[in-house]
């Protein structure tokens, strides 16, 4: 009956990391996410520049 602090280490810093490892790959789409969108608005104005010209 001695393993009890093991589990509970094991339970909560495992429910712990696994949330921080959740916000990062959320953080990591929405950054990609950002920078496609930024990609595109900058594609569709160089193609509008070069339209005009």
């Known amino acids: 009956m001695q393993n009890y602090g093991w589990i ?3 339970f909560f810093y495992g429910i712990a990391l696994g949330f921080g490892l959740w916000q990062w790959l959320k953080m ?3 950054v ?3 920078r496609a969108r930024r990609a ?3 594609a ?3 193609a509008e520049a ?3 010209n």
Do not use: G, M, N, Y
């Open 8 to 10: 509970e280490l094991v």
């Open 28 to 30: 990591r789409r929405e």
């Open 32 to 34: 990609k996410e950002i």
């Open 40 to 42: 595109a608005e900058e």
């Open 44 to 46: 569709a104005k160089k």
């Open 50 to 52: 070069s339209e005009e």
